[in-house]
């Protein structure tokens, strides 16, 4: 049984090397519109780290070279602990960052915040955490200033799909895509925002 397993999951994953077709949904969301904060609930603590500020509460669920490269760009992540455990993530970045799914870049028009690589802990998940942290990240982008939050999911994710407009994010789009012997080519931007994707170097 185990090994009829195993030859079936590297049987897909060699079937989606030579072709496969996906779409990203785009979400977006104003942040003149967010009213209030999010009530916490008791145990829960949110952090926001940042270029010598957090990075070794990162470094346990994410590789520090990871960490290092981000944070040196500029780039924030809003990280919650329940009772002083970090159990979730979610990566802010502005003007640019690489989208690993389409092997592009995004540039982002001023004003604008990316929320991407949000990840929970297996026996946290299914607690709301996900819309809290993309919450909680708005906020604080809204507070500094910033007018637009943008976040993606694959068409296929629907839990994360329900995170994002729970969150209060409103669907804008898809972006179409195959890949074709591991390269990937853009079939349709049809998001309503000029996402401009430039062919870019990925994210060691």
């Not at 070794?56 to 500029?74: K, S």
């Not at 970090?86 to 004003?111: H, P, Q």
């Not at 799909?161 to 390269?183: P, Q």
């Amino acid at each position: 049984m185990k090994l009829t397993s195993h030859l079936k999951y590297f049987a897909n994953r060699w079937k989606k090397f030579i072709f496969e077709r996906e779409s990203l949904y785009f979400y977006l969301l104003e942040l003149k519109d967010i009213t209030s904060n999010v009530d916490l609930v008791d145990g829960l603590t949110i952090l926001f780290a940042r270029e010598g500020e957090g990075e070794e509460l990162l470094c346990q669920l994410i590789p520090r070279e990871v960490v290092n490269t981000r944070l040196r760009e500029g780039q924030r992540c809003c990280m919650v602990l329940r009772h002083n455990k970090f159990i979730s993530y979610c990566w802010m970045a502005e003007r640019r960052t690489y989208i690993g799914e389409v092997k592009r870049d995004i540039n982002l028009k001023e004003g604008d915040i990316y929320l991407y690589d949000c990840y929970t802990l297996p026996e946290e998940r299914g607690k709301g955490l996900y819309p809290l942290l993309l919450m909680r990240a708005s906020q604080k982008a809204s507070h500094e200033g910033f007018r637009r939050a943008l976040i993606f999911s694959e068409s296929r994710n629907i839990f994360s799909r329900k995170g994002i407009l729970k969150a209060g994010f409103h669907f804008i789009g898809e972006v179409a895509f195959c890949r074709i012997l591991g390269n990937v080519q853009l079939r349709k931007n049809d998001t309503g925002y000029p996402i401009d994707f430039k062919k870019g170097v990925e994210e060691k």
